[in-house]
């Protein structure tokens, strides 16, 4: 099966601009997750879909980063106004529902470096 | 929360030594414990996982303990080769959240 892709896998931007992630993850996985992992620090949680719905968003730093995952199938998380701080890995991870939920496979990360 | 400590953050084997790294968790409810493997510029790929109600997991050259009274649970490589080198992240889950609390990392150097 195809796995987790997201795109852009590199963005540099400026402080102050907007960028956009895309994260598809595997057809049929109906968890999405987000995470983040800046200067080689831990792998850090920002929230996670369950379908559309947000189930979990208690790592999501600040109202200036907004998920959506419309339909249910892929997802977005915009940074607006992005500041220096945001620079980082962003990853995306999905699984299936129901009991096999535990195996998270990842996707090859968003390299966002904000100037 | 969940607080997970891993140790080393670096370390550096000799081919065909072993290697060993260890988490920590806090949170007893944690029952699912996964390791990853991230190569330089490759997403993290799920390489062994265990739960709560097994002490110990074997896949080839890898395997992994779990000592629920303690809260600790380990990773060990035998027989290192140098495509083992990578960045090792611990991470553990309980039954009612979804999302994994992982481990700062291992960066393990295998010399040839």
């Known amino acids: 099966e195809a796995g987790v892709t997201q795109f852009p896998s590199h963005s540099v931007i400026e402080k102050g601009q907007t960028v956009t992630l895309r994260c598809d993850p595997i057809?049929?996985?109906?968890?999405l997750y987000w995470y983040r992992r800046v200067m080689g620090k831990e792998i850090k949680f920002l929230l996670h879909?369950?379908?559309?719905?947000?189930?979990?968003e208690s790592g999501m730093p600040n109202n200036r980063f907004l998920a959506e995952r419309t339909g249910g199938t892929y997802s977005t998380l915009k940074v607006q106004p992005a500041e220096l701080e945001d620079s980082g890995v962003y990853f995306c991870a999905s699984s299936r529902q129901g009991a096999s939920t535990d195996t998270q496979y990842f996707g090859p990360g968003t390299r966002l470096t904000v100037l | 929360g969940e607080n997970v400590e891993q140790h080393p953050s670096t370390l550096s084997v000799q081919e065909g030594d072993s290697a060993v790294i260890k988490c920590t968790y806090s949170?007893?409810?944690?029952?699912?414990f996964p390791w990853y493997k991230q190569e330089l510029g490759k997403r993290p790929q799920l390489i062994i996982d265990?739960?709560?109600?097994?002490g110990e997991k074997k896949d080839q050259r890898i395997a992994v303990t779990l000592n629920k009274t303690a809260k600790h649970f380990s990773l060990h490589i035998t027989e290192t080769q140098p495509e083992d080198s990578a960045v090792y992240f611990c991470a553990a889950k309980d039954n009612y959240g979804q999302n994994f609390v992982f481990g700062p990392g291992t960066r393990l150097s295998v010399l040839p």
């Open positions: 879909f369950v379908k559309e719905s947000k189930q979990d």
């Open positions: 265990i739960r709560s109600n097994v």
């Open positions: 057809s049929g996985h109906d968890n």
């Open positions: 949170d007893s409810a944690s029952n699912y």
